[in-house]
């Protein structure tokens, strides 16, 4: 079974450019999470999707960052303009539920912002 | 808000030791916990959930226990191989906020 899948792997751009990271979730699953990894905040959930559509984006930082889910195969973040402090890694994950089943992660994409 | 801390920060340990690793949370409403690995470059791989009603799970050479009033977890390795070397991470998932919320793991090192 293909697992979740990101793109890019890494991603190095320059302040003020726009970055779009990708997700496709595993096949049959309905919730879509999209998670940022900092040394100093750890995990923080960004924004999760039911069935394509957003349920909560109370983790979005900025009104720079966006997520979109057009169909059950496809999602994407966009950050613009982006910042330095927004480097971080950026994990895509997908589960049958919200709860009750374990989410699996892809291997996220490593964004670095000079 | 739930807060969840894990105790220590980073553990070695030579290879064929059992080991336990500690999971504490602050808020006793949730709905489940889970045990996730991560290994260096890689995203998180599950590896037990303990629903709020259940007290442990058990998996291989793993067990995850849960103290919902006390607000513990613990997750026990027996016989400890290099292979096991990674970073484990606990999670709540909040029946207040819905969310997963993550301790900042424990990294350990399994030396051979």
């Known amino acids: 079974d293909a697992g979740v899948i990101q793109s890019p792997r890494h991603e190095v751009t320059e302040m003020g450019q726009e970055v779009t990271l990708r997700c496709k979730p595993i096949?049959?699953?309905?919730?879509l999470f999209w998670y940022r990894q900092t040394m100093m905040r750890g995990l923080e959930l960004l924004i999760y999707?039911?069935?394509?559509?957003?349920?909560?984006d109370s983790g979005m930082p900025e009104d720079r960052f966006s997520a979109k889910m057009p169909n059950a195969s496809f999602s994407t973040l966009k950050i613009q303009p982006s910042e330095p402090r927004d480097s971080a890694v950026y994990f895509c994950a997908s589960s049958y539920s919200r709860s009750w089943q374990p989410q699996h992660f892809g291997d996220g994409t490593r964004l670095s912002i000079l | 808000k739930q807060e969840v801390t894990q105790i220590p920060a980073a553990l070695s340990v030579p290879e064929g030791e059992n080991l336990v690793l500690n999971c504490s949370f602050t808020?006793?409403?949730?709905?489940?916990l889970q045990w996730f690995r991560q290994d260096p470059g890689k995203g998180l791989t599950s590896l037990l959930l303990?629903?709020?009603?259940?007290r442990e799970q058990t998996s291989g050479r793993l067990n995850a226990s849960l103290d919902k009033s006390s607000g513990r977890s613990t997750l026990y390795i027996a016989a400890s191989q290099p292979g096991d070397s990674a970073t484990y991470l606990c999670a709540v998932f909040s029946g207040n906020t819905g969310k997963l919320i993550f301790g900042q793991g424990t990294t350990l090192q399994v030396k051979p």
């Open positions: 808020d006793s409403a949730i709905y489940n």
């Open positions: 999707f039911n069935n394509n559509v957003p349920i909560d």
């Open positions: 096949s049959g699953h309905d919730y």
């Open positions: 303990i629903q709020s009603s259940q």
